[in-house]
């Protein structure tokens, strides 16, 4: 018996199946949210409450996206008649921002059911959209053709404050609430971009910097879209993820506060591709093809981590099924050609894992199998660390794991084979056990002081001393050096909704960022609960750790490591019940675990003696 079918006699479930037995590594979960509302002008999507808002003649109905099965009943808010454009509630869910034209944007107290109306800072701009932000320097941005415009909200005089202008030509943005980063595009080509982090200690300016795009005829020069462009957390870190579809590369960047650093290139190999971050993963979504692509920035070689496979939909009910229940009571919804269908025309990917069919009004979430990349891959030692840096399905991350190593020993894989998966698990424990000074032994590391921006957020780790820009052509495979490694000073939060997010403390910023300071007490806005990810500067120190990237993740959450009561239970005891293999290798096996905890133990008191002596 194989590891496949060891993982599915052990869960229960077929793996990586769909309708059909159809195999699969990433899936979307039946049902979907749905909000199919008569007479709706569009389906918006917002990012900084996660809410589904569906704007119609004089309503706007909002659905929270981090329930499943989905909430029936929306909320609703009533609004005056009139065109929208655009639509976002406040941070507090108090005010609701409504774009109507091209220069005009109407806000509506919720509590008071009064509102106002603020118009761009020039009659010939354009609003290209607007972002609510928990900055301590504003409350709300309007991104228009002319920069960005920054304004404080004073309910009690029913208006807004511009506090500050950033003028710069812009062809169009991008923004995303969990990094709290908009991109403005400028030039021809629209390849000029520039960044402005709304972090909690300030705004945060990055330096401009033209992304690589490939020629498609001699005397044509390509134009940079905003689907081209992808603002991606992995492992706590920035990127942004450009598609070059001449090329057919992931161009990516690395995002620093005060250098943009090229960090290689990913191979794709269609046109037609959308992007999206599961549990640190990116997938590519090869559209015209209908399979996925799973790449891990922290896998050596920089290869799709398993082969590409279709995108299936999971727990729908068979047409069988559904014809039969529907004269039942509580019967189930039928499935609709809309739903069944993957990859369809209405479809857009939204940051991070999100698929809002907006022809139809569904709602998807992008999910992982592990079961199904665990059945499929050959390098176990590989495989082993992809699952330890698992966190938002880590109790089946932990499960199947333990499946590994048991099979290893089971059908007498090579010593040296199993000494290697040994030691990554060993090592993964280990790192996240390890107590450091001034955590208690919490088991991630503090900040180093010269690097410190916020004690208590994500921060994007050092890059080369002095960098403004790298000088490594962005076209060239990620060699070693480039691995994007987790620093001992970053501190990863995972939750249900497969968002990365960090509480972070205002700190002051250096003399060499950009800083704005918080305005008077009268403004409204709550700051409590204030998240996301702060940049650090590019010429500090930092020390790396284990490819692992599991050393600065908090101790408590849940987390796959496997602790040696998890190797001796469910590994050797079991195997010594089974009796499923020769005495010999097995008491082999034993050995080379105990090897692997002796280094481990030798490396935690060495390294607990090197912060001592650096202490004193």
């Known amino acids: 018996m194989g590891l496949a079918e060891r993982a599915s006699s052990s869960s229960g479930a077929r793996l990586g199946m769909g309708a059909g037995g159809a195999k699969s590594h990433a899936y979307i979960q039946y049902p979907p949210l749905r909000c199919d509302i008569p007479g709706a002008a569009g389906v918006m999507y917002d990012d900084g409450n996660k809410l589904l808002l569906v704007p119609a003649p004089s309503k706007v109905y909002s659905w929270p996206t981090n329930q499943h099965p989905p909430a029936e009943l929306p909320g609703v808010t009533d609004i005056k008649e009139g065109p929208i454009l655009g639509v976002r509630y406040s941070l507090d869910g108090k005010i609701l921002a409504i774009q109507r034209t091209n220069q005009e944007i109407e806000f509506v107290n919720k509590e008071s059911c009064t509102g106002f109306k603020q118009q761009c800072r020039s009659g010939s701009d354009r609003i290209f959209g607007f972002f609510w932000t928990d900055c301590p320097a504003c409350d709300i941005v309007f991104v228009t053709t002319s920069g960005l415009e920054m304004y404080t909200l004073y309910l009690s005089k029913n208006g807004l404050k511009l506090v500050e202008y950033k003028k710069t030509h812009v062809s169009w943005y991008v923004y995303t609430h969990e990094s709290r980063l908009v991109l403005l595009a400028s030039g021809m080509q629209c390849k000029t971009l520039s960044g402005y982090q709304f972090a909690a200690g300030g705004i945060v300016r990055l330096p401009k910097y033209d992304v690589t795009m490939t020629k498609q005829e001699y005397n044509r020069k390509p134009v940079l879209a905003p689907e081209d462009i992808r603002i991606a957390t992995m492992y706590g870190r920035l990127y ?103 990859y369809g025309k209405g479809w857009v990917f939204i940051n991070p894992d999100l698929v809002l069919d907006h022809m139809h009004g569904l709602l998807w979430r992008v999910r992982l199998d592990l079961e199904a990349v665990a059945a ?241």
């Open 240 to 342: 942004c993820v450009q598609v070059d579809r001449v090329a057919l590369q992931l161009h990516m960047y690395r995002f620093y506060r005060d250098a943009v650093v090229p960090q290689g290139s990913l191979p794709i190999f269609s046109s037609h591709v959308a992007i999206s971050v599961v549990d640190n993963v990116l997938l590519v979504h090869q559209t015209d093809s209908q399979v996925v692509l799973l790449y891990d920035i922290l896998t050596d070689p920089r290869g799709p981590i398993s082969a590409p496979l279709p995108l299936l939909l999971r727990g729908a009910p068979s047409p069988a099924a559904s014809s039969s229940s529907n004269t039942g009571k509580g019967s189930r919804r039928p499935l609709s050609t809309a739903e069944a269908t993957i």
């Open 376 to 616: 499929s891959s050959s390098n176990l030692p590989s495989l082993l660390s992809f699952l330890q840096r698992r966190r938002f399905d880590a109790p089946k991350a932990k499960e199947l794991s333990l499946i590994v190593i048991k099979s290893m020993i089971i059908e007498r894989r090579s010593l040296r084979l199993i000494a290697s998966a040994m030691d990554v698990v060993t090592a993964s424990y280990a790192q996240a056990t390890r107590p450091s000074s001034g955590t208690g032994g919490s088991g991630y590391q503090p900040m180093n002081k010269s690097t410190a921006v916020s004690s208590g957020g994500i921060t994007l780790s050092a890059g080369p001393r002095g960098s403004q820009s790298s000088s490594n052509p962005v076209g060239k495979a990620m060699s070693k050096s480039k691995i994007v490694e987790i620093e001992q000073d970053a501190e990863t939060v995972s939750d249900a909704e497969s968002i990365i997010s960090s509480e972070i403390e205002e700190a002051p910023l250096t003399s060499s960022q950009e800083q704005t300071s918080a305005p008077s007490s009268s403004r409204v806005l709550s700051r409590e609960g204030s998240k996301g990810i702060t940049m650090e500067s590019s010429t500090s120190n930092s020390s790396s750790l284990l490819a692992s990237g599991l050393q600065g993740l908090r101790m408590g959450l849940p987390a796959p490591y496997i602790s040696p009561d998890d190797v001796l239970q469910s590994v050797f005891l079991a195997i010594e019940e089974e009796m499923c293999t020769d005495s010999t290798f097995y008491v082999a096996a034993i050995v080379e675990y105990m090897r692997s905890e002796g280094k481990c133990a030798c490396s935690s008191r060495a390294a607990s003696i090197d912060g001592t002596t650096a202490r004193s």
